[in-house]
């Protein structure tokens, strides 16, 4: 069984910044694909964005391109979202999600394993 627990939310200013992270349990985090995925109240959960088994392969929804980084590191079994530029719209509880395919998968059944969420709030 894996375990997935998100940490790092909180309540930030329009323009600043937050780093999320997701600890994940067992000795197989190395081996799979991982995402973020965010939902806001009333929306349906969204990609955020993903990474390979290595971090040598990336992908970010359009609406955080240029502002979020999604990195590994595989010695801790521990991946992370840096968020910077945050804007109120980024205001959403992020999961973090283990993907049990190939590829970086951008639709909520790619992924097989779930955290229970850290709330980002994005003040004005």
């Known amino acids: 069984q894996v375990q997935l627990v998100e940490s790092g939310g909180g309540l930030v200013q329009a323009g600043g910044s937050l780093r999320l992270s997701c600890a994940a349990s067992g000795r197989t985090f190395s081996l799979y694909n991982m995402g973020w995925f965010r939902q806001a109240p009333g929306k349906e959960r969204e990609f955020v964005a993903g990474i390979s088994w290595s971090g040598g392969a990336t992908s970010y929804a359009d609406s955080v391109k240029g502002r979020f980084t999604i990195s590994r590191d595989n010695a801790k079994n521990t991946m992370y979202l840096h968020m910077n530029s945050l804007k109120p719209e980024d205001t959403a509880i992020y999961y973090c999600?283990?993907?049990?395919?190939?590829?970086?998968?951008?639709?909520?059944?790619?992924?097989?394993?779930w955290g229970q969420g850290t709330q980002v709030t994005v003040s004005s």
């Open positions: 999600a283990r993907r049990n395919g190939a590829s970086i998968g951008q639709t909520l059944s790619d992924y097989d394993y």
